[in-house]
């Protein structure tokens, strides 16, 4: 069930009026966790199976962790994180095991392993049950430095119905943000709808809805020509332009999915953590991480690269780490070897950045910072060719046409991507002109008056958000 479409908005409607009833406020957990369930099982009902076992396995564990004996909390902290992992590669990851070590489909563990289904939004829940486990483990150690909450009730039906909330969370459940257990489980509380946060609802279901409707829906008609064949009767000029639109394309598409989901979140009086934050403006690897899907790299930082050692032994072992991370972060994004060639890049980019800041110091003036933004965005762009074309040689081949192609321009497809890629550079420039003028914020009002406008008389045809495939 897209949050584009009218099932939808009748379920958030419906699930909304229910939700706030007074005389079934005791009932909020319930209400709003099969409407989730209901949302998530709308177009494979059977899938739902697997998200209920999940469900399930982090409750165990992470009761058996709060309430067991201290003698055994390790061993249900790992039992934990190894049936979590287990299931996400078993899913995921079964179709690339049969390609790597069976060929494919030959044989009946290939055969099996290739046509397992892949549930929508697995690398999203998996991520958010790990975080529970640990984070519960990690409480319970003498001295716990880190100082989360109390997240496991002494009734285990109690903390199956907020697990159950904490998984199956309807805005999140697909595609994000991924949200860490110690954010969520003191939230779960009784709402008011006098305590709904409008201007947040507003504001991020309008960007949302404008970034994903009007930019993503529209520029995926023109980023369409990238795929294999088509992109080899392409000039050029053609091609960068079509690279630069699903640049903007990927921005846009993600970061609408994660507002949306922000002021869904908190029209129900619950708050999702900030997932996008300009990151086309970052002038280092490292920056536009912190601005880039900013739940995932939190999420690796705090549960992979710290536990790696992070930057507490020595250089060589930092750049190892940083490898690391970004490698198995390329694979989470999907099942393909060309997912962890992309995570790579990025993980060497990131190593020699930070080797780099031992000997190169940068001076400090605004130009140098306009020249090492343009350089990071259109490295980050090159990469995206990774997702747009899982197969290695069609990545070459593209490269390839852009430099070699004897093709005729076609501006009317130049001329489309431009046009909606100037409001994405517009949204940049709008956050960079408040940051130097605040008091034109004032006018937002005629902003969002347009992007509604925007959105009634110019949205594209209706497709699926990128990060579904992850």
């Given at each position: 069930?897209?949050?584009?479409?009218?099932?939808?908005?009748?379920?958030?409607?419906?699930?909304?009026?229910?939700?706030?009833?007074?005389?079934?406020?005791?009932?909020?957990?319930?209400?709003?966790?099969?409407?989730?369930?209901?949302?998530?099982?709308?177009?494979?009902?059977?899938?739902?199976?697997?998200?209920?076992?999940?469900?399930?396995?982090?409750?165990?564990?992470?009761?058996?962790?709060?309430?067991?004996?201290?003698?055994?909390?390790?061993?249900?902290?790992?039992?934990?994180?190894?049936?979590?992992?287990?299931?996400?590669?078993?899913?995921?990851?079964?179709?690339?095991?049969?390609?790597?070590?069976?060929?494919?489909?030959?044989?009946?563990?290939?055969?099996?392993?290739?046509?397992?289904?892949?549930?929508?939004?697995?690398?999203?829940?998996?991520?958010?049950?790990?975080?529970?486990?640990?984070?519960?483990?990690?409480?319970?150690?003498?001295?716990?430095?880190?100082g989360y909450p109390e997240m496991v009730p002494d009734s285990f039906?109690?903390?199956?119905?907020?697990?159950?909330?904490?998984?199956?969370?309807?805005?999140?459940?697909?595609?994000?943000?991924?949200?860490?257990?110690?954010?969520?489980?003191?939230?779960?509380?009784?709402?008011?709808?006098?305590?709904?946060?409008?201007?947040?609802?507003?504001?991020?279901?309008?960007?949302?809805?404008?970034?994903?409707?009007?930019?993503?829906?529209?520029?995926?008609?023109?980023?369409?020509?990238?795929?294999?064949?088509?992109?080899?009767?392409?000039?050029?000029?053609?091609?960068?332009?079509?690279?630069?639109?699903?640049?903007?394309?990927?921005?846009?598409?993600?970061?609408?999915?994660?507002?949306?989901?922000?002021?869904?979140?908190?029209?129900?009086?619950?708050?999702?953590?900030?997932?996008?934050?300009?990151?086309?403006?970052?002038?280092?690897?490292?920056?536009?991480?912190?601005?880039?899907?900013?739940?995932?790299?939190?999420?690796?930082?705090?549960?992979?690269?710290?536990?790696?050692?992070?930057?507490?032994?020595?250089?060589?072992?930092?750049?190892?780490?940083?490898?690391?991370?970004?490698?198995?972060?390329?694979?989470?994004?999907?099942?393909?070897?060309?997912?962890?060639?992309?995570?790579?890049?990025?993980?060497?980019?990131?190593?020699?950045?930070?080797?780099?800041?031992?000997?190169?110091?940068?001076?400090?003036?605004?130009?140098?910072?306009?020249?090492?933004?343009?350089?990071?965005?259109?490295?980050?762009?090159?990469?995206?060719?990774?997702?747009?074309?899982?197969?290695?040689?069609?990545?070459?081949?593209?490269?390839?046409?852009?430099?070699?192609?004897?093709?005729?321009?076609?501006?009317?497809?130049?001329?489309?991507?431009?046009?909606?890629?100037?409001?994405?550079?517009?949204?940049?420039?709008?956050?960079?002109?408040?940051?130097?003028?605040?008091?034109?914020?004032?006018?937002?009002?005629?902003?969002?008056?347009?992007?509604?406008?925007?959105?009634?008389?110019?949205?594209?045809?209706?497709?699926?958000?990128?990060?579904?495939?992850?």
């Amino acid at each position: 069930m897209l949050f584009t479409s009218l099932p939808f908005v009748v379920l958030v409607l419906i699930t909304f009026v229910i939700y706030y009833l007074r005389p079934l406020r005791s009932l909020q957990v319930i209400v709003l966790t099969a409407a989730s369930f209901l949302f998530y099982s709308w177009e494979a009902p059977l899938l739902v199976i697997l998200l209920i076992l999940s469900i399930l396995i982090n409750v165990v564990t992470s009761y058996k962790i709060a309430t067991g004996k201290v003698s055994s909390q390790k061993f249900w902290a790992i039992m934990g994180v190894s049936l979590n992992l287990g299931l996400l590669l078993l899913f995921k990851y079964g179709p690339l095991v049969a390609k790597t070590l069976f060929g494919g489909d030959h044989g009946s563990v290939g055969h099996f392993l290739v046509t397992i289904p892949l549930p929508i939004g697995i690398s999203f829940f998996t991520f958010q049950g790990i975080s529970l486990v640990v984070e519960v483990f990690r409480s319970k150690q003498p001295n716990d430095p880190f100082g989360y909450p109390e997240m496991v009730p002494d009734s285990f039906v109690e903390h199956l119905k907020h697990t159950m909330l904490f998984k199956a969370f309807f805005p999140s459940l697909v595609a994000g943000p991924i949200i860490k257990a110690h954010e969520f489980y003191p939230q779960i509380v009784p709402k008011e709808f006098s305590g709904i946060n409008w201007q947040i609802v507003f504001r991020s279901l309008v960007t949302g809805y404008f970034l994903k409707m009007v930019i993503a829906d529209n520029l995926k008609d023109s980023t369409f020509w990238i795929e294999y064949p088509y992109f080899l009767n392409e000039s050029p000029l053609t091609l960068i332009s079509l690279l630069f639109g699903y640049s903007m394309q990927i921005f846009a598409d993600f970061a609408g999915y994660s507002l949306i989901a922000i002021g869904l979140a908190a029209s129900f009086g619950y708050v999702l953590p900030q997932n996008f934050n300009y990151p086309y403006i970052s002038r280092s690897f490292t920056e536009f991480w912190q601005r880039w899907h900013i739940s995932l790299s939190t999420w690796l930082r705090e549960y992979l690269y710290i536990p790696l050692g992070g930057n507490r032994k020595g250089n060589v072992r930092t750049y190892l780490n940083l490898f690391i991370v970004m490698f198995l972060g390329g694979l989470w994004h999907g099942a393909a070897w060309s997912y962890a060639v992309w995570g790579s890049f990025h993980g060497i980019a990131l190593a020699l950045e930070r080797f780099g800041k031992n000997w190169i110091r940068f001076p400090k003036h605004w130009l140098v910072g306009v020249v090492q933004a343009v350089l990071v965005f259109t490295f980050v762009t090159l990469a995206w060719l990774l997702f747009k074309l899982p197969k290695f040689e069609h990545v070459i081949a593209y490269l390839g046409a852009m430099f070699h192609s004897r093709a005729e321009t076609k501006y009317w497809l130049i001329g489309h991507v431009i046009t909606y890629s100037i409001p994405v550079l517009v949204y940049y420039a709008w956050y960079l002109l408040k940051q130097r003028k605040p008091g034109i914020s004032r006018f937002e009002f005629i902003v969002f008056a347009l992007l509604l406008t925007a959105i009634i008389l110019d949205s594209g045809t209706t497709g699926a958000f990128i990060y579904f495939q992850f």
